[in-house]
């Protein structure tokens, strides 16, 4: 388990989410996980100032991840403790990348693969979160499989 790093900046923005003693942050995580198209895991998530913990049980590695980007892409959301357990096989993480002002699928594909032409590989890897090869934005983080 571990604590991934997010630009607490930038994000969705959703309501009174980090708001102190909000009793429904939860079930707001909860559904903004579901709304991004992430079904309704098994994850609970806890609100702590601008850290968000996640625990429970996903089947892989890349539900997992997708459910720690989509919680830690949302303004004012500045680290999420990482207590998710995955039940299916093993496999190795992903690479995560952060989006700097400028920057597109293809030049983000062209520094890591060397090659602008795969981009489509890190959209296909952040979908349901992105619905647009060219909606991107700076400080959101990003998947990057092998």
């Not at 920057?103 to 992105?130: E, R």
């Amino acid at each position: 388990m571990s604590l991934l790093s997010f630009v607490k900046e930038a994000g969705e923005k959703l309501l009174d989410l980090l708001t102190p003693g909000n009793a429904n942050a939860s079930e707001q995580l909860k559904e903004h996980i579901s709304k991004v198209g992430l079904g309704n895991p098994n994850v609970q998530a806890t609100v702590d100032g601008d850290k968000v913990t996640v625990t429970g049980e996903v089947a892989s590695q890349e539900e997992k991840e997708k459910i720690l980007l989509a919680v830690g892409n949302i303004a004012g959301v500045g680290s999420v403790d990482d207590q998710i357990t995955v039940t299916g096989p093993v496999v190795a993480a992903a690479r995560f990348v952060v989006v700097k002002k400028g920057d597109t699928l293809s030049a983000i594909s062209l520094a890591v693969y060397g090659d602008a032409n795969k981009y489509q590989k890190i959209f296909d890897a952040n979908k349901p979160m992105l619905k647009d090869v060219n909606k991107i934005y700076p400080g959101q983080s990003l998947r990057i499989p092998e």
